[in-house]
């Protein structure tokens, strides 16, 4: 039997935009991986970076822990894992160097540790798991477990799947993207966590508490700026009543008041979500949940499904109101399905967020300006705004990767600058994005109808818009559209 310390390096201190939005939420790969080790029948401790003050954290749970091993394993489920955030990267390789200061051996897995293992490597890391990396990680304790004095070189030599330094340089045995591994199956190791830091977080901030699930790991969709490092476009789904038991579980053990399902695509199959929406009403189980989705998948029949299930809120990833723009994303769906998947949920008592891209490749004012009416005229409750993000193993990288500058990654979430030459610079984007937030805020306040609050809007627009040739790049062209008030198009 090993000691193994499993643990993450997603800091919510450290990314301003999350700490000030106040919504922490467990990391879930690293504790199904941690319930998994603890099957295997060795002792495993938790190093939860979510909640912790900051690096310096670590070396007293490294004291305390005492591992033969270290796996550093990132939340796959937390989508901003993706993203690769510098100051995430930093905080990982200051830990892998703690660890090996003290003689423990170090693995590291993950989106960023997928694509540039040598950063890791280079930190001290023994071996870095390409993909979901299961049987790398399998073979690697196995190993340790039957020979806990192994040499690093024959303890990592031969795995397909694993990346290490190997006569002072990085040798990688790639697998290619696999499906979600089968073996990991179990409930996560929830009781390893400190629940009642976040469920006192969630209170203070918000005033109730929510927790995460996933039913699926993977989505089979192929966008063409969505990085999928971990599992390509395969997709897993777990069973509905096996997901409607953890739910009755979380929900007699913790009591959530809330539960944010963590899914890339969730439900997928009508059936399958009227089979979870039965088995939670026979348990008692269910907990108001909140899923991401796809505007084509929300038929009459699974919006009713979703709405018997408990589903309180839809985020639908419609990235722009352009559908030149929509195509050239390879995204699949039409402009009026965003609106109707938007209607059908609503009518069902369902809120709705759009996920919403500014600065695709090739994106003009016009396309800007049909993403602007697209808001307007669907009036979602929420928007979650960005700038398109080049992603390292996706088409959209390949194609700006020669623009890429010396900056590759944001800091944090809330950077949005742009990394590629778009038709505009980074702060018109950064005000398009707040003018748009207000728009959806106006929509749903008091001063809705107030001429006033309409008219002070649309002169924002206004000034933006008479001064957008200012920010323009050399891949910007003029506009061919009228350009509207925002506030008229929302009939204030």
């Keep these: 039997m090993l000691k193994i310390q499993v643990g993450h390096s997603y800091f919510l ?57 270290v796996v550093f394993y990132e939340d796959n489920f937390n989508y901003l894992t993706k ?74 030599a031969n795995i397909t799947g694993v990346a290490s330094v190997v006569s002072e340089k990085t040798h ?23 629940i009642g830091r976040y469920r006192t977080m969630w209170r203070e901030r918000h005033g109730y508490f929510s927790l995460n699930m996933a039913a699926s790991r993977g989505c089979p969709f ?33 009591q959530p008041d809330h539960i944010w399902m963590a899914d890339d695509i969730f439900g997928f199959h009508i059936d399958w979500v009227t089979e979870f929406a039965q088995h939670l009403r026979a348990a008692d189980g269910s907990v108001p949940f909140t899923i ?29 109101g352009s559908q030149r723009v929509l195509d050239a994303m390879n995204k699949g769906t039409r402009v009026p399905e965003l609106i109707a998947a938007r209607e059908r949920l609503g009518t069902r008592g369902v809120r709705v967020g759009f996920f919403i891209q500014l600065g695709y490749l090739g994106e003009q004012l016009d396309d800007l300006l049909a993403t602007r009416e697209l808001v307007a005229q669907a009036a979602p409750d929420d928007i979650g705004v960005s700038v398109s993000y080049p992603l390292p193993g996706t088409k959209f990288y390949e194609q700006v990767k020669a ?20 038709a505009y610079d980074s702060e018109f984007y950064r005000r398009f994005r707040d003018l748009l937030h207000a728009q959806v805020t106006l929509r749903q306040s008091p001063d809705a109808h107030d001429a006033q609050a309409c008219a002070a809007l649309d002169a924002q627009w206004d000034a933006l818009l008479a001064n957008e040739y200012a920010h323009r790049t050399e891949h910007a062209t003029s506009p061919t559209v009228t350009i509207r008030h925002a506030a008229t198009a929302q009939n204030c």
């Design 172 to 194: 990688v045995t790639r697998i290619g993207v696999v499906p979600p591994d089968p073996r990991l199956t179990l409930r996560p190791a929830w009781d390893l966590l400190d």
């Design 292 to 320: 991401q989705t796809r505007a084509d998948l929300i038929s009459e029949r699974m919006a009713d499904a979703l709405a018997q299930a408990g589903c309180a809120e839809a985020w639908i990833g419609a990235e722009s």
């Design 13 to 69: 201190r450290y990314d301003r935009k999350q700490w000030e939005r106040g919504k922490p939420y467990p990391p879930l790969a690293t504790i199904q991986i941690a319930a998994w080790l603890r099957q295997m029948g060795h002792e495993v401790s938790l190093f939860d970076a979510m909640l912790a003050d900051g690096v310096e954290d670590y070396a007293a749970s490294l004291h305390a822990a005492q591992p033969d091993v």
């Design 403 to 422: 623009q890429l500058g010396k900056k590759t990654h944001w800091d944090d979430s809330g950077d949005l600058a742009m990394m590629f030459r778009g």
């Design 222 to 254: 192929r966008c063409t700026w969505c990085a999928k490092p971990i599992w390509g476009n395969h997709y897993k789904q777990r069973s509905a009543q096996d997901m409607a038991a953890e739910m009755t579980y979380l929900k007699q053990t913790f």
């Design 83 to 156: 993203m690769c955030l510098s100051v995430m990267r930093d905080a990982a390789c200051r830990m892998i160097g703690e660890a090996r200061a003290q003689g423990v051996r170090v693995i590291v897995a993950g989106s960023d540790a997928s694509d540039q293992p040598e950063a890791f490597l280079a930190a001290g890391a023994h071996a870095v798991l390409i993909g979901e990396g299961i049987a790398a990680l399998n073979e690697l304790i196995g190993r340790l477990a039957r020979d806990p004095d192994i040499d690093s070189a024959s303890w990592t």
